[in-house]
C-alpha cells in the first residue's frame, strides 16, 4: 500500500495493528452485515434515535462486529461506536485511555441508507493518547476504501493523495444541520465563497476535497474548496479531518482554531490550509453569530 507501513507499531506500546487486515475487516463487515440490508430494510428495520436521526438493525449489526473484529486485530484496544454512545453517553470517557482506542460509525449517512442511495460508508479511526494515528473511509458499494496513517500520508487505490486544488467547477459543502440552520431563514454568506451545495454525509463529503483520478465510490461530482459543519461527533470526523491533514489540508473551529474531537458544538471547517480558514471563519461570522443568538 505504497509507503504505508502494512504493520503500524502503535506507539510507546508493545501492540502492533495490520492496516491490510482492517481494511479486510471494513470489507467483510459492509459485505455481511449492511449490504444484505441495502434497499431490503422493513419499517421494523429503522428507529429514531435521541437527536431524532436514524438508526437500523444494519448499524447495529455492524457496530456489533467491527468491536468483536477491531478488538481481536489490536488487543488491548477500547472501542467509542456511535451507536455506543447513544446508549451510555459515559462511553466517550474511553477517549481519555492510555489505550489504543478505535472510534466507530458503522454507517455514516444512514438516511441515505434507509432511502437506497448508495452514499453511505464505514468510517473508523484508531486513537491513542488523544491522537488520531490512523483511519478508513469505506464504500461498501463500490469496495473503495480511502486510508491516511499519520506520519505516512493518505491513500487511495495504491495511490497517495493531495488536496484538490481550486477550480472553477469548486464547491463549498455544507453538513444537514447546517442546511436546516440555513432554510430556516438564517443567510448564507455568499461574497468571497465558491457555489454552495449540501453535502450528503461525512464519509462522502471528506473524499471532494482530495485529488482523486478516479472519484471515491464511482460518484461523478464537483471538487469541494471546504466543508462546513456544525456539529462534530468525533466517530463522524476524526476519521476525515486525519485524511484531509495526511493530504497537506487543514481543519478547524468556528473560532479559527485547531479541530478538537472533543467540542461537540464548536463548528468545524475543513479546508487546503490555515489562511483558507480564517478566511472562512470571517465569512461565516454573520451566520455563526445568529446561531449563538
Keep these: 500500500m505504497g509507503v504505508i507501513k502494512a504493520v503500524l507499531d502503535v506507539r510507546q506500546t508493545n501492540m502492533k495493528v495490520d492496516l491490510d487486515r482492517v481494511t479486510e475487516i471494513l470489507r467483510e463487515v459492509g459485505a455481511t452485515e449492511i449490504m444484505p440490508y441495502f434497499r431490503h430494510l422493513t419499517d421494523a428495520d429503522i428507529e429514531a434515535k435521541s437527536d431524532s436521526s436514524l438508526v437500523t438493525i444494519a448499524d447495529k449489526n455492524a457496530e456489533r462486529a467491527l468491536i468483536v473484529r477491531l478488538q481481536d486485530a ?27 482506542v478505535w472510534t466507530i460509525d458503522p454507517i455514516d449517512g444512514t438516511s441515505s441508507f434507509t432511502r437506497g442511495e448508495p ?20 464504500d461498501p458499494n463500490s469496495g473503495d476504501t480511502l486510508i491516511a496513517e499519520k506520519g505516512a500520508g493518505t491513500w487511495l487505490r495504491g495511490q497517495k493523495l493531495s488536496m484538490v486544488q481550486n477550480r472553477e467547477n469548486s464547491v463549498g459543502l455544507l453538513g444537514s444541520r ?97 489562511s483558507h480558514s480564517d478566511m472562512l471563519c470571517h465569512r461565516f461570522n454573520g451566520l455563526i453569530e445568529a446561531l449563538k443568538a
Design 74 to 100: 489490536l488487543p488491548g484496544s477500547l472501542v467509542l461506536g456511535e451507536e455506543l454512545y447513544e446508549a451510555d453517553p459515559s462511553t466517550l470517557q474511553v477517549l481519555d485511555s492510555d489505550a489504543p
Design 119 to 138: 452514499t453511505f460508508g464505514i468510517m473508523i479511526a484508531l486513537m491513542l493518547r488523544g491522537v488520531a494515528i490512523a483511519s478508513w473511509i469505506h
Design 178 to 274: 447546517l442546511r436546516k440552520t440555513v432554510e430556516s431563514g438564517v443567510t448564507m454568506p455568499t461574497e468571497g465563497l465558491p457555489r454552495v451545495e449540501y453535502g450528503v454525509c461525512s464519509a462522502f463529503d471528506y473524499p471532494r476535497l482530495l485529488d482523486i483520478q478516479q472519484p471515491f465510490g464511482g460518484r461523478v461530482v464537483s471538487p469541494a474548496q471546504f466543508l462546513a459543519y456544525r456539529y462534530t461527533n468525533p466517530w463522524d470526523h476524526l476519521p476525515g479531518t486525519l485524511i484531509v491533514h495526511e493530504a497537506g489540508g487543514y481543519a478547524s473551529n468556528w473560532a479559527g482554531q485547531p479541530y478538537d474531537y472533543r467540542l461537540f458544538k464548536g463548528g468545524l471547517f475543513v479546508c487546503r490550509d490555515k
